[in-house]
């Protein structure tokens, strides 16, 4: 078939050349974004007087039928055609004739696909942004159920101080909370309506930008119409809030990875979300947390790939800028996947308070409390600091720890140890004096437990 761009030359060119041109086997997937904005250029058209009233209506319901069929599957895409843009008004024009090629008048691909990329990944952000708030209830709950469970909180992943497994959680709660903020800053910056740019540098008619705009639900237009074809940022800038999603979804994969293992047995996960081995018969592995922690590699790569395509490109159009698409589509498809799996799979993880509270029994993680037990009594805190250390040493060379070494003992390092040294040094009493604001006592982790609430509510 002859190309609807065929004109200055043949248009005939070689398969080889059509099948590495052509875009429609990935973008057609914008089908009801590109016909939705072609029905909103129609009537812009016709409220302007560009073409007659009973052409933009015919438009319409021209484009209306193409929907519905493609909806029904009466109608299915040609994958001889270079892209979706001219996929569709190639069928509008088959079965309008004459005036299906008035639709194209005052737009250009290039903020066609603009536009329809916009509105499709705006979508996208609104069911991501659902999925994440999945996985925020289910850390909400988590944390609910496991409230008053103590475990040993790491640095350098060696046990620190005592923490609660809900204080714990609810850490990642922030980061997910922030990654909603993210998503809703770049939906803001996304939501500009590039149609009306043309080709570059705007157009001779008498078009009105923002009625169609309005009509397709931005909040307002591309100022610059050698811009409004030209970017490319709010790919870039969704792929990279994806990947700070992915990069904690990673780092909460690996610690449930962790917790899973038998030398932690913090956690287990539920068999629904594990695999065996099919040599291995014990075996119960973390696949799914596994996987969300290798493709979130990909996520970055996704983001890699699209600015390194921008660099270097001149203003305005490039072909170059073709390869948007499978990016940010694999980015989107695979947050999803993640999302979908990561939610489920952390409401049906159970905890073992047991193993949590034997790992914090040991590695002398009271010991900083043990320090300030002494400050408060009067000692300045380095010298406090010196004599803690001193009594773990002791604690390692005699096999015991710091809740059994005997009062004596204690008095040969100072006389301000009392026997009221031991309900300070107790895990609990350490979880709830920590009262600062953010800390991890039940009371601070009651108030960030309701903040999230209020957040998603
Ligand atoms: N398929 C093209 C893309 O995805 C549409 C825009 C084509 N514009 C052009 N001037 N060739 O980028």
Redesign the pocket.
């Known amino acids: 078939m002859e190309k609807m761009w065929a004109g200055r030359t043949s248009g005939t060119t070689d398969s080889i050349a059509d099948d590495f041109n052509?875009?429609?086997r990935f973008?057609c997937r914008m089908y009801r974004q590109d016909i939705t904005g072609s029905m909103a250029h129609a009537a812009m058209l016709g409220a302007q007087g560009i073409i007659a009233q009973a052409e933009s209506d015919q438009l319409i319901d021209g484009l209306q039928g193409i929907l519905d069929d493609l909806e029904s599957g009466a109608l299915e895409f040609d994958m001889g055609c270079?892209?979706?843009?001219?996929f569709v008004e190639q069928v509008l024009t088959q079965r309008l004739g004459d005036v299906g090629k008035k639709l194209h008048t005052a737009r250009?691909?290039?903020d066609?696909?603009a536009l329809d990329?916009r509105m499709y990944l705006r979508e996208e952000i609104d069911e991501i942004s659902a999925l994440v708030k999945a996985v925020l209830e289910a850390v909400v709950s988590q944390a609910e159920a496991n409230k008053e469970v103590i475990l040993p909180g790491y640095t350098h992943l060696q046990r620190a101080q005592p923490i609660l497994f809900s204080h714990h959680l609810m850490a990642y709660a922030m980061m997910l909370l922030r990654d909603l903020g993210r998503l809703a800053d770049c939906r803001k910056r996304m939501n500009v309506s590039p149609i009306g740019s043309c080709?570059l540098a705007g157009t001779t008619y008498n078009t009105d930008r923002r009625f169609e705009a309005e009509k397709l639900g931005f909040d307002g237009i591309a100022l610059n119409s050698i811009d409004g074809v030209s970017d490319r940022d709010f790919c870039v800038e969704l792929m990279s809030a994806l990947s700070t999603l992915m990069m904690h979804l990673s780092r909460f994969s690996e610690e449930i990875i962790l917790w899973a293992s038998w030398e932690f047995k913090f956690v287990e996960l539920s068999d629904a979300y594990t695999t065996g081995s099919s040599i291995m018969p014990q075996k119960k592995n973390p696949d799914m947390a596994e996987l969300v922690r290798g493709k979130t590699g990909r996520v970055y790569g996704d983001l890699m790939a699209m600015l390194t395509t921008l660099k270097g490109l001149p203003l305005a159009?490039n072909?170059d800028?073709?390869e948007?698409?499978e990016a940010v589509f694999d980015a989107v498809d695979t947050v999803k996947m993640c999302l979908k799996v990561f939610a489920p799979m952390l409401a049906t993880m159970t905890s073992r308070p047991d193993n949590m509270k034997k790992a914090a029994q040991g590695g002398f993680i009271n010991a900083t409390d043990l320090a300030d037990y002494l400050v408060k009594k009067g000692m300045p805190f380095r010298s406090a600091y010196k004599i803690s250390g001193q009594l773990v040493a002791k604690c390692i060379a005699e096999g015991c720890v710091l809740e059994t070494l005997p009062l004596e003992t204690y008095r040969q390092y100072s006389d301000l140890f009392d026997e009221d040294l031991y309900q300070d040094i107790d895990l609990l009493t350490c979880v709830q004096k920590r009262i600062s604001e953010g800390g991890t006592s039940v009371q601070s982790v009651e108030a960030q437990i309701a903040y999230v609430k209020e957040q998603l509510a």
Do not use: P, T
């Not at 270079?82 to 001219?86: A, C, L, P, V």
């Open positions: 052509s875009s429609i973008d270079e892209d979706i843009h001219m250009s691909r290039n066609q696909v990329l080709a159009y072909k800028m073709q948007d698409k």
